[in-house]
């Protein structure tokens, strides 16, 4: 029992180490691009946004598995697809700088599973090919709307987050869609229940929104 027990914390701490937010540099035609990579045990996501402006530039992520020193993902999504086709790569990890900030009790990957009408609850199916995921870890998030078989591209943002007591605030850092709300602060309530979180509040046009978002497993 003791040596079933011993090996269960090294796992725990295994995955606990590879749960990390991460973030690098690089040029491209004389701006600087600031690169952000979430990354658990078992998904990994690199999104790219230029240093200064905060303009989008990219997204991808998907399951990955390693092999020596590489990371090999298999992508779920890759906003750059109609341009370069790709649907997996493999990188090695080069001058990365861990970012994480203390672990929030949201951490975790998401998927957007309906919203709370007057009516009541209208569920979506998260099986399907169309996904909205939510990843959050170590204090920060980025949502992607994306559809895993025809590889179209929706949307992205992401930033940092706070979660305590019911208050959830994001700080927009990067939004694909419009990139005037970067840097806004967005409050909400929240409620977990079991596997799904109940997210209230004003989204980035400042509508009311009341979605429910479940716990990725698959």
């Not at 998907?62 to 370069?84: A, M, T, V």
């Not at 998260?126 to 994306?146: E, P, S, V």
């Not at 909400?188 to 990725?216: A, C, V």
Request: proline letters at 1%; hydrophobic letters at 35%.
């Amino acid at each position: 029992m003791k040596i079933n027990i011993f090996l269960l914390m090294m796992n725990l701490m295994s995955i606990n180490l590879a749960a990390q937010v991460y973030t690098f540099s690089s040029e491209s035609d004389g701006q600087s691009i600031t690169h952000k990579i979430f990354k658990d045990s078992e998904y990994l996501i690199q999104t790219q946004y230029e240093t200064d402006s905060k303009i989008f530039v990219s997204t991808r992520g998907g399951f990955y598995k390693l092999k020596g020193e590489e990371i090999q993902i298999l992508f779920e999504f890759n906003s750059n697809y109609s341009l370069d086709s790709l649907k997996s790569i493999s990188i090695v990890p080069s001058a990365w700088k861990l970012i994480s900030a203390a672990e929030q009790i949201h951490s975790g990957k998401w998927l957007m599973a309906g919203r709370v009408k007057a009516e009541g609850e209208k569920r979506r199916n998260i099986n399907g090919a169309r996904k909205t995921l939510k990843f959050l870890l170590d204090g920060h998030f980025q949502w992607t709307a994306f559809n895993t078989e025809t590889f179209q591209f929706f949307g992205s943002g992401g930033g940092t987050y706070s979660a305590k007591e019911g208050d959830y605030i994001e700080t927009i850092g990067y939004f694909s869609r419009d990139n005037s709300r970067v840097g806004a602060v967005l409050p909400f309530r929240y409620d977990i229940k079991g596997m799904d979180w109940y997210h209230q509040g004003l989204n980035s046009k400042g509508k009311p929104m009341h979605e429910i978002w479940t716990k990725r497993v698959n």
